[in-house]
């Protein structure tokens, strides 16, 4: 063991990757609250089916702070969903970069005036409008919002991105100096070693990364994993659990750069520094999937597979991919580290035994025979008479080997023959097309018919969506699992929600309405107030329609009033809530509501 410490002190150093920072202007963006720089999440964080496209900027779970623009510039585009982003606004600066705002309570000033009149002017909350001229103008720290939790978000914060804006590439706004003070180390807390075999992976070994598996070098930040590894002579591929930890050292954060080094030379880095948005989903190919949906974890690869064109890469010409030979004797070094260069490195030192066929790739080579599988980058397609899934050659990272037939029962709520395209540890990259025929006497309910597939047991089932056209219900599959046609006539519900019911109604700023739809979803949504078009407000998550006082409600108030000083007939406030699911289905209902005067 003396002998192998003295070789890795001797060989090798702390490794220098450059940011490039300096390719990018300093001092330029300011950042966009009223406070130091805060994390929730840091540039290309790994979430589920997409890398983190910008900073999440902390607001202490609290909504309604002033938001200001990073730099002068112009509102480029609007953009407002009930997921999503939710409310948010997209900046144009002279110097080539837009900056992004989402998930915002609300508006301000003129920017909210143009909104407002564009809502009334289109009759619709939900909409996304690219200025063609330049209308709002805005200077550096002018408030252009409130933060909220608006569209997707899990709770209130602001999600802040820089972009070019010709390539719409997502740049990490550190590089522009908006980072947090940062001197905490990341950590690699697990290394995970696979063979390749067709389908992938094969995990061969787990090592634990502890105070009681590694020791400390000479060199600061740098460790030594104490065992050496000995491994029979074939190809390996690497992953790493690792973190990263900025405001404190228990909150796990993702890593902006981390490397691989075998005989002392690079096999593979990844650095976060920007990636444009149809790359985000590679982040399936990126890590160790179906450890992740087994484990919940997130074990990141040190090698590229065939189909991953994720742009953050540099390997050898192995792609990462380490092949041991016997007697072979190397040291393997680990090196993750964020953006203010606080690093932890850790060496792992190999030798090559002889070369064996293991019973475990035995047993997963038999398993796989009888399969048949799609390829990455061609063109796959199953079709029969009342079936097709067809993919390009973009839907799969990797080959894929699947189960193919139909389920022998069919049960409610399945309208077709229930088919299964499975394999419950793989992703698909980009959605297939699919197409499936339902049975004859449904045929009269074409405009409702839709596609759902299984979720996790054959009593939870979902939309797929999907339309009738030409004999068939066509469609998208955004998973791999079992498909089928069913029917949704069922209009969705809807009800009044008194948020604080301590509070006279009357005394608010606000209606709530709850608005859920049994299967294919909300597809529409309307308000009249005595048949007048109002503005709704509508938060997916929470299914909640909100209507905010406005000038037609005012104007009733203030008709109200004088009628009742002249004594003259009041007119009761009714409002008509109608509901549309994306199958057709409608409901309405009318609320009276009370109003006061005094």
Request: aromatic share 14%; with cysteine.
């Amino acid at each position: 063991m003396l002998k192998w410490r003295l070789i890795l002190l001797i060989v090798f150093t702390a490794f220098t990757i450059k940011t490039n920072a300096q390719n990018y202007p300093q001092n330029y963006f300011r950042y966009p609250l009223d406070s130091l720089p805060s994390l929730v999440s840091p540039f290309g964080g790994l979430r589920d089916n997409h890398f983190h496209s910008g900073m999440d900027l902390r607001t202490n779970q609290r909504e309604g702070l002033p938001v200001f623009a990073s730099a002068d510039g112009y509102v480029s585009r609007i953009k407002i969903q009930s997921i999503g982003y939710g409310k948010a606004i997209y900046l144009d600066h002279p110097n080539g970069y837009t900056t992004v705002y989402g998930h915002l309570q609300k508006y301000s000033g003129k920017i909210a005036e143009w909104i407002q009149n564009y809502q009334y002017k289109n009759q619709t909350f939900e909409f996304d409008y690219v200025f063609e001229k330049t209308i709002l103008l805005v200077r550096k720290g002018d408030t252009i919002g409130l933060s909220g939790n608006s569209g997707g978000s899990s709770g209130p914060h602001v999600h802040f991105e820089i972009r070019n804006t010709k390539s719409e590439k997502i740049i990490n706004p550190a590089l522009f100096g908006i980072i947090p003070f940062d001197t905490l180390n990341p950590i690699i807390k697990n290394v995970f070693v696979y063979n390749f075999v067709p389908d992938g992976l094969l995990l061969k070994q787990e090592l634990k990364i502890n105070h009681q598996t590694i020791i400390p070098t000479n060199f600061p930040n740098q460790f030594i994993y104490k065992k050496v590894l000995e491994l029979p002579a074939e190809m390996y591929g690497f992953g790493i659990e690792a973190y990263d930890y900025i405001h404190n050292p228990t909150d796990e954060k993702g890593i902006y750069e981390y490397s691989l080094k075998s005989q002392n030379k690079l096999a593979f880095s990844h650095t976060l520094n920007q990636f444009a948005f149809d790359e985000s989903k590679y982040i399936n190919a990126h890590i160790d999937y179906p450890f992740y949906k087994a484990a919940k974890t997130r074990v990141q690869k040190c090698f590229v597979d065939d189909g991953n064109e994720f742009s953050t890469y540099q390997t050898n010409v192995l792609k990462g991919k380490i092949l041991v030979t016997k007697n072979m004797r190397d040291t393997l070094a680990f090196e993750v580290k964020d953006f203010n260069q606080n690093k932890f490195i850790l060496l792992i030192p190999i030798v090559g035994l002889t070369s064996k066929m293991d019973k475990e790739k035995q047993d997963y080579l038999k398993s796989i025979k009888p399969k048949k599988a799609f390829y990455p980058l061609k063109k796959n397609t199953i079709k029969t008479k009342e079936f097709l899934f067809e993919l390009d050659a973009k839907s799969v990272d990797d080959t894929v080997f699947y189960d193919f037939g139909l389920l022998k029962s069919i049960q409610e709520p399945a309208l077709s023959k229930i088919y299964q395209v499975f394999n419950p540890t793989a992703s698909l990259h980009k959605a297939a097309d699919i197409a499936i025929k339902p049975f004859s006497g449904y045929l009269k309910y074409q405009s409702k018919l839709l596609l759902a597939y299984y979720f996790k047991d054959r009593k939870d089932f979902r939309s797929a969506g999907g339309n009738y056209d030409g004999g068939v219900v066509k469609g998208k599959a955004s998973n791999f699992g079992h498909y089928f046609v069913t029917i949704d006539t069922i209009a969705p519900s809807i009800k009044q929600v008194f948020i604080n019911t301590e509070e006279a109604l009357s005394d608010s700023l606000h209606f709530y309405f709850e608005i859920k739809d049994n299967f294919s979803g909300i597809g529409k949504y309307e308000g009249y107030l005595n048949g007048e078009w109002i503005l709704l407000d509508f938060d997916a998550k929470s299914n909640m329609l909100t209507y905010h006082f406005d000038k037609i409600w005012y104007n009733l108030v203030a008709q109200n009033k004088d009628s009742k000083l002249k004594n003259t007939a009041i007119i009761k406030p009714e409002v008509l809530i109608r509901v549309t699911d994306k199958k057709g289905n409608v409901a309405e209902k009318t609320f009276t509501i009370p109003i006061a005067f005094e």
